[in-house]
């Protein structure tokens, strides 16, 4: 039977409130298979209990703001909806949602599945620890995505995640705090071609270690504090972030406390006390990278529930989904 409504839909369609919502209005679909970027829903939340605990909120928030974000690219000059299939996989499914080492199981066996499709997968997270087991999925040794290889980690965060110094975080040993470290150790990153920009912990990293990151640089990564980005500036934190990735295939994680709290006051492990990246620095980084192998991509932390009223820290998880999949998009495509 034709549908009689068929015109109006595709009119209705334009507005962003109309239709269920999904990814950037992308198409949904489970199958990974049907496209070449899948943009995925990771809402998990039991990998870090010690602050606040509504990150698996994140996917609903992002997927309700982002209907009405751009279509093309203002600064790389094309649409990656346009260029690239992309839709929508829905979220990973996690039946054990309490239950950290089980989350992080389901997670990996999901990616697992668009690796070997070749699907490269955006998600929106879900606490930090959703990291690691999608980087085991897609990354290293029997790994589709990353040719068999270790990939460079592009990692902003206000904290490095390196806690080996802690088995567990309130139990959770795959956890939002260690899976930078794990994933090291496990052969998925490699650390001498990877970059931590932002971070401005908590003073406590410092008294406890003698300086922040120091467990990081202990494992290889080169850790640049935020004071060091500010001194550094943009064009030359992107030289060193390129200098490093060099060809390997990278993978970017984008913690959204990296970002000053003054902007982004939605996360679940704000840092008041220290400035953070600005809008526009952390756009014109992410911007610096087109031409590398990106492979993947995530934004994690976004906490709804404590979001302003206009959803600012969803939007900005929007806008930096949006500059990865325009990033892995002018990869494919060469745009």
């Not at 003054?262 to 840092?271: D, F, H, L, T, W």
Request: charged residues 20%.
């Amino acid at each position: 039977m034709s549908d009689p409504f068929q015109k109006a839909r595709a009119e209705s369609s334009a507005w962003y409130w109309w239709g269920v919502p999904t990814f950037f209005r992308c198409e949904h679909d489970f199958d990974p298979a049907k496209c070449d970027i899948g943009l995925v829903g990771v809402p998990h939340s039991s990998g870090n209990g010690s602050t606040e605990r509504d990150q698996h909120l994140g996917p609903r928030a992002v997927r309700h703001v982002s209907g009405y974000y751009r279509r093309a690219h203002g600064v790389h000059g094309f649409s990656p909806w346009d260029a690239v299939r992309c839709h929508d996989l829905g979220d990973v499914p996690l039946p054990e949602g309490m239950n950290n080492e089980a989350c992080v199981r389901d997670i990996e066996a999901f990616y697992r599945h668009l690796d070997a499709a070749g699907t490269r997968p955006v998600s929106i997270g879900g606490d930090h620890s959703i990291t690691g087991p999608i980087l085991e999925a897609i990354a290293g040794e029997g790994r589709n995505l990353s040719g068999g290889k270790k990939c460079a980690l592009i990692h902003f965060d206000a904290h490095t995640d390196t806690y080996e110094n802690m088995e567990h975080w309130n139990g959770a040993r795959k956890s939002a705090g260690h899976w930078a470290a794990y994933t090291v150790r496990d052969g998925v990153v490699d650390a001498s071609a990877s970059t931590q920009l932002g971070i401005r912990g908590h003073p406590s990293a410092t008294i406890h270690t003698g300086q922040v990151g120091a467990t990081s640089r202990d494992l290889g990564y080169r850790v640049l504090t935020m004071d060091e980005v500010d001194d550094l500036g943009v064009e030359r934190t992107i030289e060193i972030i390129r200098e490093r990735v060099g060809d390997l295939p990278a993978y970017i994680t984008f913690d959204l406390d990296s970002l000053d709290p003054s902007v982004a006051p939605g996360v679940s492990n704000i840092e008041p006390g220290f400035g953070g990246l600005s809008i526009r620095q952390a756009t014109r980084i992410l911007q610096g990278l087109k031409g590398l192998n990106i492979i993947g991509g995530d934004v994690v932390c976004l906490m709804p529930t404590k979001d302003s009223p206009n959803q600012i820290t969803a939007q900005l998880a929007m806008v930096m989904m949006f500059e990865m999949v325009t990033l892995i998009a002018a990869g494919m495509t060469g745009k």
